[in-house]
């Protein structure tokens, strides 16, 4: 999308006699001082923010303040023109009544996070929010349509074109962690998308089509806030691709969004909170007839009764995955559930075991696990942590710190928070035993991780 130029701008550092490369270099040394180090602004940045790109805050703050001592005035953003942006502080936290409403709240939230929103990088988990956006997924109607009358024509290479950015970034975060590709996402979404959904052409079926596509990559970027740790950010993505998953009546993806949202909360150790979001993903996936998905969210079902210690529930549910699992029929299921295969379900049953404290069973299927899809580097650091958490718990000691040992050599190349907490679990689950030699040796080389 076009950007107008920022003329207000250019006449003022016209009018301060400063050249691009000394605004840089004194936004720079300003922002240390003001407590922000390490900005690194050149005369191309100048140059972009006169063609019309915003800067991240706190950039504008910091130009008011440079213009007016140069000009011995009150400068304001507006005279910049970069006003302030005020945005909602539940922005993306509500599942919306209609598409429009939808459209102009998740191309918010791209745009808010590009700009990296200091309510957005602060924002909390809020259990309320993800129970909502379950109910109204379950209980709202299909919009009634999902045509656009824009001026821009959306057309099937459009649709094909966010499908492959997230195919192709999904690959790379499972290979090098969230880290290095999240903000691509982010930047994909609100340059790219949101001209589609907001200014595109298309009929009912395109309509549809574009809405799914920009809920997986959505779905995505939340799942990559996920592994950063950044919950709340994370949860306000999960929801609007929820309802993005509505524009389109996709059942099966919305079901795949509520599992993703269970996923965290059992993470988070809310695991009451992940057997609700669970169960809706299961009324989902049977509307869907998927039966990988449906195993995916009696796994899940399961994992929460074993944050809740209800054993019998647990199994009950494990068996219930087993038997959705069995009937799935490879080739006919949707591309973006290609990942869940007899080694993730294994990883999953491990999951559950390790935290009803059965070794055994964590280290039968944790072993089962690590046949799996080599692209999934994170996965297979996962993997390893629940095999040496497995056999720490069987006293296993020696193998555990071997186990232990590869996992956190591929933590320490993965930019990825879940992963280090992965390793920070496995190092408190070997501390009672951490004058055992190879307990110590361990520890000794790991040393540098533990510090990160």
């Known amino acids: 999308m076009r950007r107008e130029p920022n003329r207000l701008l250019q006449l003022l550092i016209a009018e301060a006699g400063l050249s691009h490369k000394g605004l840089a270099r004194r936004l720079n040394d300003l922002g240390a001082a003001r407590g922000t180090p390490g900005l690194k602004y050149d005369h191309s940045s100048v140059l972009r923010w006169i063609g019309g790109q915003r800067p991240r805050d706190p950039v504008p703050s910091l130009l008011t303040e440079i213009f007016a001592l140069r000009l011995g005035r009150p400068v304001t953003p507006e005279d910049l023109g970069m006003p302030a942006i005020v945005s909602p502080p539940d922005l993306g936290q509500v599942f919306t009544h209609t598409w429009q409403e939808g459209v102009a709240t998740v191309t918010a939230l791209w745009r808010a996070d590009v700009e990296r929103r200091r309510f957005l990088i602060d924002s909390t988990f809020a259990i309320g929010a993800g129970s909502v956006g379950a109910v109204r997924w379950l209980t709202s109607p299909p919009d009634e349509r999902l045509d656009g009358g824009g001026s821009r024509r959306v057309g099937?290479?459009?649709?094909?074109?966010?499908?492959?950015?997230?195919?192709?970034?999904?690959?790379?975060?499972?290979?090098?962690?969230?880290?290095?590709?999240?903000?691509?996402?982010?930047?994909?979404?609100?340059?790219?998308?949101?001209?589609?959904?907001?200014?595109?052409?298309?009929?009912?079926?395109?309509?549809?089509?574009?809405?799914?596509?920009?809920?997986?990559?959505?779905?995505?970027?939340?799942?990559?806030?996920y592994d950063l740790e950044q919950h709340g950010l994370a949860q306000r993505y999960l929801i609007q691709a929820l309802r993005l998953a509505r524009g389109a009546g996709d059942d099966a993806l919305g079901g795949e969004i509520l599992a993703g949202m269970a996923h965290q909360a059992i993470y988070m150790g809310r695991p009451a909170h992940a057997l609700d979001l669970a169960r809706a993903a299961q009324l989902s996936a049977a509307?869907?007839?998927?039966?990988?998905?449906?195993?995916?969210?009696?796994?899940?079902?399961?994992?929460?009764?074993?944050?809740?210690?209800?054993?019998?529930?647990?199994?009950?549910?494990?068996?219930?995955?087993?038997?959705?699992?069995?009937?799935?029929?490879?080739?006919?299921?949707?591309?973006?559930?290609?990942?869940?295969?007899?080694?993730?379900?294994?990883?999953?049953?491990?999951?559950?075991?390790?935290?009803?404290?059965?070794?055994?069973?964590?280290?039968?299927?944790?072993?089962?696990?690590?046949?799996?899809?080599?692209?999934?580097?994170?996965?297979?650091?996962?993997?390893?942590?629940?095999?040496?958490?497995?056999?720490?718990?069987?006293?296993?000691?020696?193998?555990?710190?071997?186990?232990?040992?590869?996992?956190?050599?591929?933590?320490?190349?993965?930019?990825?928070?879940?992963?280090?907490?992965?390793?920070?679990?496995?190092?408190?689950?070997?501390?009672?035993?951490?004058?055992?030699?190879?307990?110590?040796?361990?520890?000794?080389?790991?040393?540098?991780?533990?510090?990160?």
């Open 287 to 452: 509307r869907s007839g998927v039966a990988t998905l449906m195993a995916s969210c009696h796994v899940l079902e399961a994992h929460a009764h074993a944050g809740l210690g209800d054993a019998r529930s647990c199994a009950a549910a494990l068996h219930d995955a087993e038997l959705a699992f069995d009937r799935r029929v490879p080739g006919h299921e949707p591309a973006w559930l290609s990942y869940f295969d007899e080694a993730y379900l294994a990883a999953k049953f491990a999951h559950c075991f390790r935290d009803l404290g059965d070794g055994v069973q964590a280290v039968r299927q944790a072993r089962r696990s690590l046949d799996m899809d080599g692209r999934f580097v994170r996965g297979r650091m996962f993997n390893l942590s629940l095999l040496a958490a497995g056999l720490t718990q069987c006293g296993e000691l020696e193998e555990a710190c071997r186990v232990a040992a590869h996992a956190f050599d591929l933590a320490g190349e993965l930019q990825s928070v879940r992963s280090r907490s992965y390793a920070a679990d496995l190092r408190r689950r070997l501390e009672p035993y951490k004058r055992e030699p190879v307990v110590t040796a361990l520890r000794e080389r790991t040393r540098e991780l533990a510090a990160v």
């Open 156 to 225: 099937r290479a459009d649709v094909a074109a966010i499908r492959e950015v997230t195919r192709s970034f999904g690959e790379l975060d499972n290979r090098f962690g969230s880290g290095r590709v999240r903000a691509a996402v982010v930047e994909y979404l609100d340059t790219a998308v949101t001209p589609l959904l907001k200014d595109g052409s298309y009929g009912e079926s395109t309509g549809r089509e574009l809405a799914a596509a920009a809920a997986e990559l959505t779905r995505l970027a939340g799942w990559m806030a």
